[in-house]
T-cell receptor, first 113, second 115 residues
């Protein structure tokens, strides 16, 4: 099992560009989520999904979209990148819920210039 | 709203010694879960230990144990026989098993194990 796979590992964008961060898991987990990690801020939840076809907003959803068409994939879309979105992004999954052990991807370092 | 506070931004410990990382939280809920996650320089987040609030017994995982004080809303992590591989950021996290409340993370403690 590969676990949770995130691509790309690094990305540089210009302000206003759009892009999609990919996340895939091969553990048949129902719960998937996206976090951003900023220095001195810990991790903050962007969006999450409790199953295919179901998504919901977290603490900091503005500027991001998600979809969950399959159990395996949970892409995060930046609609119009802004410098404030410079961060490290983590995808995480668990069998059913956020209060179980979360399995994290290795993160995407995103810089918006 | 739930909050998690880690009051020690940085700590260091000598190899083979014991160190305790502090975490306090604020909630009005009675049933919840607490976690310690480790983030080494590789950036990979790894679960260290998990505690269910309704269990009075403190969770342990090999060299890692917690001191869970529910009344004081305290959840400290003790690392015994510290190893160089324990060097990492450690995040305390809190979750309520109901509604849409997200998993809430503290800001982290950077631990350095010194040879």
């Amino acid at each position: 099992n590969a676990g949770v796979t995130q691509t790309p590992k690094f990305q540089v964008l210009k302000t206003g560009q759009s892009m999609t961060l990919q996340c895939a898991q091969d553990m048949n987990h129902e719960y998937m989520s996206w976090y951003r990690q900023d220095p001195g801020m810990g991790l903050r939840l962007i969006h999450y999904s409790v199953g295919a076809g179901i998504t919901d907003q977290g603490e900091v959803p503005n500027g991001y979209n998600v979809s969950r068409s399959t159990t395996e994939d949970f892409p995060l879309r930046l609609l119009s990148a802004a410098p404030s979105q410079t961060s490290v992004y983590f995808c995480a999954s668990s069998p059913r819920s956020r209060w179980e052990k979360l399995f994290f991807g290795s993160g995407t370092q995103l810089s918006v210039l | 709203a739930q909050t998690v506070t880690q009051s020690q931004p940085e700590m260091s410990v000598q190899e083979a010694e014991t160190v305790t990382l502090s975490c306090t939280y604020d909630t009005s809920e009675n049933n919840y879960y607490l976690f310690w996650y480790k983030q080494p320089p590789s950036r990979q987040m790894i679960l260290v230990i998990r505690q269910e609030a309704y269990k009075q017994q403190n969770a342990t995982e090999n060299r890692f144990s917690v001191n869970f004080q529910k009344a004081a809303k305290s959840f400290s992590l003790k690392i015994s026989d510290s190893q160089l591989g324990d060097t990492a950021m450690y995040f305390c996290a809190f979750s309520v098993p109901s509604g849409n409340t997200p998993l809430v993370f503290g800001k982290g403690t950077r631990l350095s194990v010194i040879a």
